[in-house]
């Protein structure tokens, strides 16, 4: 399970993250103009939209939180996705 976990100076922010394989196919919105608190986590568990698990392998994660006055912040970051050992 990969973990986002933000802590923001205050609350008002709205959230975008979106998960990629590595052809930039799309494959998850973990969040769509979520309102922000000051702080929490999104998470990913490795499925697609259906359900479906993906395959291992390289994920791209973006996210991007902005306010209503115009401020806005990116970040991307790669993540691999294993086999869990149970």
Known sequence: KYAI???L??????????VFDA?????????NNDILGTGGTFSWNGEDETGQRQNLGMYVV????????GNIYRWKDGVGLTDILK
């Open 23 to 31: 052809a930039g196919r799309f494959v998850m919105q973990l969040a």
């Open 62 to 69: 973006v996210v991007e939180i902005f306010d209503l006055h």
């Open 5 to 7: 976990n933000y802590q």
């Open 9 to 18: 100076d205050k609350p008002g922010y709205y959230a975008n993250i979106a």
